[in-house]
């Protein structure tokens, strides 16, 4: 399988396998996650059992270098993570020398400071044993007032032990002094340095960009291996949505090509599931949340409801009133092949739950291109075909058990047809069917119908995620796989 490339739109993706976008639309995808610095197991793939493999990817406004890395959590799961901070940061510049400089400059004057405060620790010993013994003498002279004369002698001489023993304080009250007054100058001094330190941190960032690069060499060989390990998933949830756009009329299909290259991010645009020809084009999402429109096609034959794909830079597409394929080409402008899918159903004889000449349903996955429609010769259930994506020929079926009318939209991931049981509100997953094992089983995974009807439920492998016509709503769900890691044991 071919590594998973992040998404294209500056929505933020957050993988646990699954790819989270945000609604603002910004200009270029960016990837980053929280860095760990105490990554643990330098292989995550030294077992051979099967691990639920998680993925953290956000997107934001600024393109920059990505650290990859790979690690085992308790339960044996692969957990590889990515970081993406800004380029511009990682280089060794002026301020990043400057902060280095002062930290070393603290640290120095820190050590100073220990130093002083041995020193004023042990003064202070010797200012406690003075003050006991000003103490004592004050009381000696309270007792010569008392009695002068008959004292005089005696207490003169202790007095005069006592001055003996204060003399050699006086020099170390004056170091005391000397002392005292460069702690309170080293403070005021470290306290400056402290405010010029936290600003330049907030300007450049707290870590050590250096080391941080060469961390990003290792680790990003790491997560590589990591990826050349998975297999297709299987679907485990999905969370959202997000609205991109509200446009158009209830009815509707949006979508973008899983096989263009990292740098085509164009939309299309088709509202309504009938009498309409003309498709519209968007450069990037940001473009099409904005509705900057860059140009639009208009095609030969009308199209029948909202199950259209782009693959690979043509659209597939059922021709009005008929179940007749349309392959038609966006770069030249002409249909390229066209064909009779056999048996097929159309024209709202085998549709989805709401109708909308919805009988064929052409889409796309890691595997290549599908079409899902119903027959008589299968009693009306659900029928799974494989594709040729030059000629639209049928490679392979599968019949399935599973009524195409009470099917509310369906899609294929990795060889598996998964099916709602509505396409009003309370859908959920109810029913999926493998290709590569030809079986089948009731499942049970809710999802959100913000806006109470889909027309449209596809799924895109190259943003791990379900583009989807929601009462008018263009919105995107984040899918979380459940992957399987290929060990060289296995």
């Not at 380029?87 to 002083?116: F, G, P, T, W, Y």
């Not at 392959?327 to 066209?338: E, H, I, M, N, P």
Request: proline letters at 4%; aromatic letters at 12%; glycine letters at 4%.
């Amino acid at each position: 399988m071919r590594r998973s490339r992040p998404s294209r739109y500056c929505l933020p993706t957050l993988w646990e396998h699954q790819s989270q976008w945000d609604p603002s639309p910004l200009e270029s995808p960016v990837k980053t996650s929280n860095f760990d610095s105490n990554l643990h197991s330098p292989d995550c793939m030294s077992h051979p059992a099967h691990h639920t493999v998680v993925f953290f990817w956000t997107i934001g406004p600024k393109e920059g270098w990505q650290v990859y890395s790979s690690a085992q959590d308790p339960d044996g799961r692969c957990i590889c993570t990515v970081v993406a901070p800004e380029q511009n940061l990682c280089s060794r510049d002026a301020k990043s020398k400057q902060l280095r400089q002062l930290l070393e400059k603290v640290q120095n004057m820190s050590q100073s400071i220990e130093v002083l405060n041995l020193r004023t620790q042990r003064d202070f010993q010797y200012v406690l044993k003075m003050e006991t013994q000003m103490t004592g003498l004050k009381n000696k002279f309270r007792q010569i007032e008392d009695d002068r004369k008959t004292l005089m002698t005696k207490h003169f001489q202790d007095l005069k032990e006592k001055m003996d023993e204060l003399q050699p304080l006086i020099p170390v009250l004056e170091q005391y002094k000397t002392d005292a007054k460069l702690i309170v100058q080293f403070k005021e001094e470290i306290r400056n340095l402290t405010a010029v330190l936290t600003a330049i941190q907030e300007e450049i960032g707290a870590y050590d960009y250096e080391e941080l690069h060469q961390r990003v060499i290792s680790l990003e060989t790491r997560l590589r291996s990591c990826m050349t390990k998975l297999t297709c998933g299987k679907l485990m949830k999905i969370t959202g949505p997000i609205t991109i756009k509200t446009s158009g009329t209830r009815f509707g299909a949006w979508m973008t090509d899983p096989l263009a290259s990292e740098r085509n991010n164009r939309v299309w645009y088709m509202d309504s599931y009938t009498n309409n020809k003309i498709v519209r084009e968007f450069k990037s999402i940001s473009d099409f949340a904005s509705g900057a429109e860059s140009r639009t096609y208009n095609l030969p034959f009308k199209w029948a409801g909202t199950n259209h794909v782009v693959y690979n830079g043509s659209l597939y597409y059922n021709k009005y009133q008929s179940n007749i394929v349309i392959k038609y080409s966006f770069d030249t402008g002409r249909v390229l092949a066209q064909r009779a899918l056999e048996y097929a159903g159309f024209h709202n004889v085998y549709p989805y739950t709401w109708g909308g000449f919805s009988d064929i349903d052409f889409m796309a996955d890691e595997i290549g291109l599908w079409a899902v429609y119903a027959t008589n010769q299968n009693a009306g259930n659900i029928v799974i075909s494989q594709i040729d994506a030059q000629t639209l020929e049928v490679l392979q079926s599968w019949s399935t058990g599973y009524p195409k009318r009470s099917a509310g939209e369906s899609f294929m991931i990795c060889g598996t047809l998964y099916v709602t049981n509505s396409h009003l509100t309370g859908a959920k997953i109810y029913y999926s069917y493998s290709t590569k094992a030809s079986t089948y089983e009731y499942i049970d995974i809710p999802f959100h119908n913000q806006y109470f009807h889909i027309s449209m439920l596809d799924y895109n492998s190259r943003d791990r995620a379900l583009y989807a016509w929601n009462n008018g709503h263009q919105v995107l769900f984040n899918v979380t796989l459940f992957h399987i890691i290929k060990t060289d044991d296995m």
